[in-house]
């Protein structure tokens, strides 16, 4: 009997002199640091998003550059991309945003936007969080009319790294244009509205 306890004694410490330190080195904080994902300090990324735009023009211009009716709300499918650099908490680019609504009683109204870009990040673990401000050249265009102007956006992102070259997020933003109408004499036309977005990003 007093063999059979040393034996089990003697099995029970081998057993944990080779797993004891495999478990501490596991749960060693040094090294569960070094593994986690630490989004770059300094990158250029490209961004595609996909989403709806929802908005309201002061007035019905699709109709023409002459057209009375006002508070017309529109909405539609987006897209855009975000192509830029960022250096540890700012970042400067460029974004292109089109809309379509793909509605008859709006004379199949679409709007284009291409922005200058400039942004704060506030970076953590996985996580990059992003508010940025946009302003550049907008169109509107319709089966009507077209009508050049500017806009601007003002908004939020929210990007999670798994990898270091990947991140997929939300992003929204409210957007704000301004048109001038061809016809002479006629009063510029304004769209606000917002846009809310799923996005993925690719980091170098």
């Known amino acids: 009997m007093?063999?059979?306890?040393?034996?089990?004694?003697?099995?029970?410490?081998?057993?944990?002199?080779?797993?004891?330190?495999?478990l501490a080195r596991a749960q060693n904080p040094m090294e569960l640091e070094a593994r986690r994902v630490t989004p770059k300090e300094n990158e250029f990324y490209i961004t595609p998003e996909a989403g709806w735009e929802l908005g309201n023009l002061s007035?019905?211009?699709?109709?023409g550059d002459t057209a009375t009716r006002q508070n017309v709300y529109y909405n539609g499918a987006?897209?855009?991309v975000?192509?830029?650099?960022?250096?540890?908490?700012?970042?400067?680019?460029?974004?292109?945003?089109g809309t379509v609504t793909n509605n008859g009683a709006l004379n199949d109204l679409n709007f284009h936007k291409m922005?200058?870009?400039?942004?704060?990040?506030?970076?953590?673990?996985?996580?990059?969080?992003?508010?940025?401000?946009?302003?550049?050249?907008?169109?509107?265009?319709?089966?009507?009319?077209?009508a050049n102007g500017l806009g601007g956006k003002l908004g939020l992102t929210v990007d999670f790294y798994?990898?270091?070259?990947?991140?997929?997020?939300?992003?929204?933003?409210?957007?704000?244009?301004?048109f001038v109408p061809r016809t002479a004499g006629t009063a510029w036309v304004s769209?606000?509205?917002?846009?809310?977005?799923?996005?993925?990003?690719?980091?170098?």
């Open 59 to 63: 007035r019905a211009i699709f109709s």
């Open 115 to 146: 922005y200058a870009e400039a942004g704060i990040n506030f970076v953590g673990r996985h996580v990059v969080s992003n508010l940025f401000f946009d302003f550049g050249y907008a169109a509107l265009i319709s089966n009507v009319v077209s």
């Open 191 to 204: 769209a606000l509205g917002g846009t809310l977005f799923g996005r993925i990003g690719f980091h170098i």
């Open 2 to 22: 007093k063999q059979i306890i040393l034996r089990t004694i003697a099995f029970a410490s081998l057993i944990a002199g080779v797993a004891l330190p495999g």
């Open 78 to 80: 987006a897209v855009s």
């Open 82 to 97: 975000a192509i830029g650099g960022r250096w540890d908490m700012f970042n400067l680019g460029l974004r292109y945003q």
């Open 162 to 178: 798994p990898v270091k070259w990947f991140s997929i997020g939300p992003a929204a933003s409210f957007d704000a244009q301004g």
